[in-house]
């Protein structure tokens, strides 16, 4: 029996031999030498005189903290602009991001990124540890480089595979709450926000998985918000320097990747020229001024990073800055609100704020995922229990079609998933024809409460009419759903081969088996979807 002890205790710390441990908090003591290779002095230059804000001048000078605003409604464009906007920069670029996809498309921006580095310009890159879930992607080497800097937020201390997942047992409230923002910052003058993560296929429409997004570019006065809002996650003591992860420091790693670089480059010779031309032409687009902004007013909110480290109970009673503006918005509406919300759970208090507004005449327009689109079918269950109330006061519900073949032609001009599966992402709402809301926060209990989040709330009426058409295109490759005489679910739509709308009793393009496992998603809780 002391032998069999002795060899079931063995077999239990295998896998703690030889794995590594980083810091969770900067507050340890094996960062107390660090040195930060970016520091303030860095953004000592003024934004206003950088070659980026040159070409505005005229606008961005009109009016006090006036800032331009341009829609990037397809990944090819958010790509293409992201990368524009690296080769144009000067000083300095902050990324922060939840998801970093280490795969072709990443790897691409991330060369632009060390592009940028290699002429001196400042790089900043803050990552999510789960939405990262390796040591060795590709960007934390770049840690390495003299003008680049990397950090970790929220890590998880063990770095084993078979610990990592373990540790969320033991740390839940911290490690339950992930840092959810979206932000690329140029030169502090022009940034880039909305719902879409670093990877392929938030970016390249072939994937086998796309997700149908929104971002929005702004240039001038909001820009400053969101480098504060950067700069609070980049100096919290939850933001780990990639210094500290063994991998990350691997010589022949980084020589690894810097020739998978070149191999790019060699390998597909034609298509990067194809590629080049692309990035120059959006360059001189922006230099010409052929941008179509639209300018106005507004402010950038986060939530701070303090909020993963709330217990519980202050989580679930938490009402920050989104959350306040969200329901001024609500409050001070009175014609109609359009929304794309692609995870849809507005909770008891949403749902009676809604019927409110719909019974006083402010007329709800939504579009969320339907089961078949949904990557979150725990979340989709739990929308079903608000959709048939909200159908009954009036509002015009839509969900999202799983694909969208050949919609790049006269009926839509957005461009979308052209293979088998499309989910939407977006998180966008428009008040009165007038407000726009676009960010990372979804309308569920996760964003309200759990993690953290950044949006642009932009007051322009031309920006907004935009916004608005693109809400209600996406409407025309949707079901409608209404209700039938018993009060059942109607889905009705046409799909862009058909000759004719079809009708459903249940969720379309789905079979018995999803529709079981979203019934059987009903039993998590609605606060922990």
Same mark, same amino acid.
């Given at each position: 029996?002391?032998?069999? !002890?002795?060899?079931?205790?063995?077999?239990?710390?295998?896998?703690?031999?030889?794995?590594?441990?980083?810091?969770?908090?900067?507050?340890?003591?094996?960062?107390?030498?660090?040195?930060?290779?970016?520091? $303030? @002095?860095? &953004?000592?230059?003024?934004?206003?005189?950088?070659?980026?804000?040159?070409?505005?001048?005229? +606008?961005?000078?009109?009016?006090?903290?006036?800032?331009?605003?341009?829609?990037?409604?397809?990944?090819?464009?958010?790509?293409?602009?992201?990368?524009?906007?690296?080769?144009?920069?000067?000083?300095?670029?902050?990324?922060?991001?939840?998801?970093?996809?280490?795969?072709?498309?990443?790897?691409?921006?991330?060369?632009?990124?060390?592009?940028?580095?290699?002429?001196?310009?400042?790089?900043?890159?803050?990552?999510?540890?789960?939405?990262?879930?390796?040591?060795?992607?590709?960007?934390?080497?770049?840690?390495?480089?003299?003008?680049?800097?990397?950090?970790?937020?929220?890590?998880?201390?063990?770095?084993?595979?078979?610990?990592?997942?373990?540790?969320?047992?033991?740390?839940?409230?911290?490690?339950?709450?992930?840092?959810?923002?979206?932000? &690329?910052?140029?030169?502090?003058?022009?940034?880039?926000?909305?719902?879409?993560?670093?990877?392929?296929?938030?970016?390249?429409? +072939?994937?086998?998985?796309?997700?149908?997004?929104?971002?929005?570019?702004?240039?001038?006065?909001?820009?400053?918000?969101?480098?504060?809002?950067?700069?609070?996650?980049?100096?919290?003591?939850?933001?780990?320097?990639? $210094?500290?992860?063994?991998?990350?420091?691997?010589?022949?790693?980084?020589?690894?990747?810097?020739?998978?670089?070149?191999?790019?480059?060699?390998?597909?010779?034609?298509?990067?020229?194809?590629?080049?031309?692309?990035?120059?032409?959006?360059?001189?687009?922006?230099?010409?001024?052929?941008?179509?902004?639209?300018?106005?007013?507004?402010?950038?909110?986060?939530?701070?990073?303090?909020?993963? +480290?709330?217990?519980? @109970?202050?989580?679930?009673?938490?009402?920050?800055?989104?959350?306040?503006?969200?329901?001024?918005?609500?409050?001070?509406?009175?014609?109609?609100?359009?929304?794309?919300?692609?995870?849809?759970?507005?909770?008891?208090?949403?749902?009676?704020?809604?019927?409110?507004?719909?019974?006083?005449?402010?007329?709800?327009?939504?579009?969320?995922?339907?089961?078949?689109?949904?990557?979150?079918?725990? =979340?989709?269950?739990?929308?079903? !229990?608000?959709?048939?109330?909200?159908?009954?006061?009036?509002? @015009?519900?839509?969900?999202?079609?799983?694909?969208?073949?050949?919609?790049?032609?006269? +009926?839509?001009?957005?461009?979308?998933?052209? *293979?088998?599966? *499309?989910?939407?992402?977006?998180?966008?709402?428009?008040?009165?024809?007038?407000?726009?809301?676009?960010?990372?926060?979804?309308?569920?209990?996760?964003?309200?409460?759990?993690?953290?989040?950044? =949006?642009?709330?932009?007051?322009?009426?031309?920006?907004?009419?935009?916004?608005?058409?693109?809400?209600?295109?996406?409407?025309?490759?949707?079901?409608?759903?209404?209700?039938?005489?018993?009060?059942?679910? =109607?889905?009705?739509?046409?799909?862009?081969?058909?000759?004719?709308?079809?009708?459903?009793?249940?969720?379309?393009?789905?079979?018995?088996?999803?529709?079981?496992?979203?019934?059987?998603?009903?039993?998590?809780?609605?606060? &922990? =979807?």
């Amino acid at each position: 029996m002391g032998i069999f !002890k002795k060899v079931s205790m063995w077999i239990l710390t295998l896998p703690l031999l030889g794995c590594t441990t980083v810091p969770t908090t900067t507050h340890d003591t094996r960062l107390e030498h660090y040195s930060p290779k970016i520091t $303030s @002095d860095d &953004f000592n230059y003024n934004p206003y005189e950088t070659p980026i804000a040159q070409y505005y001048a005229d +606008e961005l000078h009109a009016e006090p903290d006036i800032s331009g605003a341009t829609l990037i409604e397809d990944g090819l464009s958010a790509f293409v602009i992201r990368s524009a906007f690296a080769r144009m920069a000067t000083k300095t670029i902050d990324l922060q991001t939840y998801i970093y996809s280490n795969d072709f498309t990443s790897r691409v921006l991330i060369a632009e990124l060390k592009n940028a580095a290699d002429r001196g310009v400042k790089v900043r890159i803050l990552l999510d540890d789960y939405g990262t879930k390796s040591d060795i992607v590709d960007v934390m080497l770049l840690n390495q480089h003299p003008n680049i800097e990397v950090k970790v937020f929220n890590t998880v201390a063990n770095r084993s595979k078979l610990l990592y997942y373990p540790q969320f047992l033991t740390d839940f409230n911290r490690l339950n709450s992930r840092m959810h923002n979206k932000l &690329f910052i140029v030169d502090n003058v022009a940034y880039i926000t909305g719902g879409r993560n670093v990877g392929s296929n938030y970016f390249y429409p +072939e994937t086998a998985s796309n997700f149908s997004d929104t971002d929005v570019l702004f240039i001038g006065g909001m820009t400053k918000y969101a480098t504060n809002s950067f700069n609070e996650y980049w100096n919290h003591h939850l933001s780990i320097p990639a $210094s500290v992860f063994p991998k990350a420091k691997s010589k022949r790693a980084l020589k690894k990747l810097e020739h998978s670089f070149e191999q790019i480059e060699q390998r597909n010779a034609e298509n990067i020229r194809k590629y080049n031309t692309i990035i120059n032409l959006a360059q001189r687009e922006f230099k010409h001024k052929k941008f179509d902004f639209s300018w106005g007013h507004g402010k950038f909110l986060a939530d701070p990073p303090q909020k993963v +480290e709330m217990t519980m @109970d202050e989580k679930e009673s938490y009402r920050g800055e989104i959350v306040k503006a969200l329901q001024h918005l609500w409050n001070t509406t009175n014609k109609s609100v359009y929304m794309s919300a692609a995870y849809f759970v507005p909770g008891q208090g949403g749902l009676e704020h809604m019927l409110r507004e719909e019974n006083s005449g402010v007329h709800l327009t939504i579009v969320t995922n339907s089961l078949s689109s949904t990557n979150a079918p725990t =979340v989709y269950a739990k929308w079903e !229990k608000y959709r048939k109330k909200l159908i009954e006061s009036g509002a @015009d519900v839509y969900e999202f079609m799983e694909s969208a073949e050949n919609l790049r032609g006269k +009926e839509h001009d957005r461009e979308r998933k052209q *293979s088998s599966f *499309s989910v939407l992402h977006s998180k966008t709402m428009v008040f009165d024809d007038d407000i726009s809301w676009i960010g990372s926060f979804n309308l569920d209990p996760r964003s309200a409460y759990y993690n953290t989040e950044n =949006v642009a709330i932009f007051e322009s009426r031309d920006f907004a009419d935009k916004l608005r058409n693109m809400i209600i295109q996406d409407t025309k490759t949707s079901w409608r759903v209404s209700l039938d005489e018993k009060g059942k679910p =109607v889905w009705t739509g046409k799909r862009p081969d058909d000759t004719k709308p079809r009708t459903y009793h249940h969720a379309p393009d789905t079979g018995l088996l999803r529709r079981f496992w979203k019934t059987l998603c009903n039993l998590v809780p609605e606060k &922990f =979807v």
